[in-house]
């Protein structure tokens, strides 16, 4: 009986071993997080626009996407009751019924300390969450295995 050279048949394992495996295939499904920490609201809506542009896509191969929204720093003002100029878009997404989930997370860290120096509680949108830290959420989605985007 012949045998076959071992050197090809590596070759072909490793190349095997080494090919991308989808989101969906994992099981995991489709999760990005996105960070936003500026006040500018060209940046928010380009934010929004993006995870408008992320849901239609899945949505249109049927397929299901986590997408998690971290406001930090100057960024917070995104989710700012009293300051958002992007309100209307957020509850939009809540009321639309995406297949999909999204979440809008709100860093406590910076909540607090805008708290302690305007001297007063900060009033976020109904449909934000607070994390305790806006980076650790990004990180700790990251090592998830949550794809990251900075508009």
């Not at 299901?64 to 929204?69: L, Q």
Request: with cysteine; proline share 7%.
């Amino acid at each position: 009986m012949r045998q076959l050279p071992r050197r090809p048949i590596l070759f072909l394992l490793a190349g095997l071993a080494a090919a991308p495996v989808s989101a969906v295939e994992t099981g995991r499904g489709h999760r990005v997080v996105f960070q936003v920490d500026t006040a500018d609201p060209a940046t928010m809506n380009l934010t929004l626009n993006n995870a408008t542009n992320v849901v239609d896509h899945y949505r249109a191969k049927n397929e299901a996407v986590e997408i998690d929204i971290v406001a930090f720093g100057p960024g917070l003002a995104m989710y700012r009751a009293d300051k958002s100029t992007v309100a209307d878009r957020i509850a939009h997404f809540a009321e639309s019924g995406f297949p999909s989930k999204i979440q809008f997370s709100a860093c406590n860290n910076t909540k607090t300390a805008m708290e302690k120096a305007e001297g007063h509680p900060i009033p976020l949108l109904p449909q934000v969450t607070i994390v305790p830290s806006g980076v650790v959420q990004i990180m700790e989605r990251q090592e998830q295995g949550w794809s990251y985007v900075r508009p």
